[in-house]
Every structure is written in C-alpha cells, then in structure tokens.
C-alpha cells in the first residue's frame, strides 16, 4: 500500500494569513504515461460530508474558491490556502489513487490562531 | 449533478453482517461514467477505502477487508451496496458511498455518511 503521511497534524493560522499543509507519499503517484500526479485534497466540516478540492494535484474542483491551490509532484505535495477565512476551519486530507487500495493521509487539523 | 444517499441499519451485533445500500439520483448509475464506491471512518481516525464496483459489476476491493466484503449494483433501482460480514466493534465507523469519473478515481460526490456502530 502507498501511505501518505501528512503534516503538520494541527495548525493554527491567523485569519487572512496563508495556511500550507504538506502530503508525502511513500512511493510516486506521478503516471508516466500522462504525466499527471494521482493526488487529490480534501476538506472535511463537522456534521457535512467531505469536499473534493483539488484533483490531478493542482486542478480546483468547480466552485472551490482560488484562494485554495494545489502543487507538488512525484511524492511531494501541498495545499496552500492563500488567505484563511473562518469557513475554512475544518480537517484536510490528502488521498492518493495511483493504485488500490486507494488511501488517504491521517488528516490536517486547521484552526483559527 | 450525481446525489448519493446511504441507508441501513445504525446497530449490528458483533459477529453479524453489516449491510448498507447507495441510492444515486440526478444520473444514472449505469450511464458508465463513473465508478461507485465505498469509504469508511472511525471516530478520530482517517479515511478508509473499502473497494468499488463499475457498472459491469467488476469490483476491487481492499485486501485489508478482502475476505468480508461484497460490494454488488443493481442498475433497475440505481444503487449500489456494501455487505461486511463477521464485523467487530473495530468497524464501528461513518460510512461514505462515494463516486467519481472512471478515468481517475478521486472522489467528487459524496453520500451524508451514516454511522454504524457495531454493539451488542
């Protein structure tokens, strides 16, 4: 299995500030064939299910504010969201599907310093 | 836009088979777009895959979970389901149908989740 391992496991970002959680996989998601990176992010809220963000590493899912982007390749990734609003607390994810089982970071708990 | 829609029992005994079914509205589940899926997550801990099933019927599954799990469709009611037999309190977990496009396997449509919690 590819274990992605994320950090920080918490952060505490002031609003307005840029807030940046990492993703490492432990062995490349970055297809060949295509060039495209098997990476996706997530945010998850209490009480709602989770949203999709990003995909192929640093494309938006429609209707996610430009303020969250996505970078990285091969086995490093990050999410940035530029400048934090309230609505942004919540715990993120990163998932890879290269190859099955698909799996998924521990998660990034992000707060409002 | 894909809507999907978890339901089953919240309590099954240990040693029972947990049994939930995915209703998908706003497409057809057999329009072959997509493929249909199965997450978990226990209180306090991460995302799990439990495995998908295309159209066809062809499934993948986790082999963590291999020897329990059944994921089948049934394309006349558009839903898909998810037995997990012999649970233990150890699947006592909020579980997701998800799904996505069929040439990547990230995840765009989510159920609500229903917890099931595994209790005597």
């Known amino acids: 299995d590819i274990v992605m391992t994320q950090s920080p496991d918490s952060l505490a970002v002031s609003l307005g500030e840029r807030a940046t959680i990492n993703c490492k996989s432990s062995q490349s998601v970055l297809y060949g064939s295509n060039n495209k990176n098997y990476l996706a992010w997530y945010q998850l809220k209490p009480g709602q299910p989770p949203r999709l963000l990003i995909y192929w590493a640093s494309t938006r899912e429609s209707g996610v504010p430009d303020r969250f982007s996505g970078s990285g390749s091969g086995t490093d990734f990050t999410l940035t969201i530029s400048s934090l609003q309230a609505e942004d607390v919540a715990v993120y994810y990163c998932q890879q599907y290269y190859s099955t089982p698909q799996t998924f970071g521990q998660g990034t708990k992000l707060e409002i310093k | 836009q894909v809507q999907l829609q978890e339901s089953g029992p919240g309590l099954v005994k240990p040693s029972q088979t947990l049994s939930l079914t995915c209703t998908v509205s706003g497409d057809s589940i057999s329009s072959g777009d997509y493929c249909w899926t199965w997450l978990r997550q226990p209180a306090g801990k991460g995302l799990e895959w439990i495995g998908r099933?295309?159209?066809?019927?062809?499934?993948n599954y986790n082999p963590s979970l291999k020897s329990r799990v059944t994921i089948s469709v049934d394309t006349s009611k558009d839903q898909f389901s998810l037995n997990l037999s012999s649970v233990t309190a150890a699947d006592t977990a909020v579980y997701y149908c998800v799904s996505g496009p069929l040439d990547a396997y990230y995840f765009n449509y989510w159920g609500q989740g229903t917890l099931v919690t595994v209790s005597s």
């Open positions: 099933i295309y159209t066809s019927g062809t499934t």
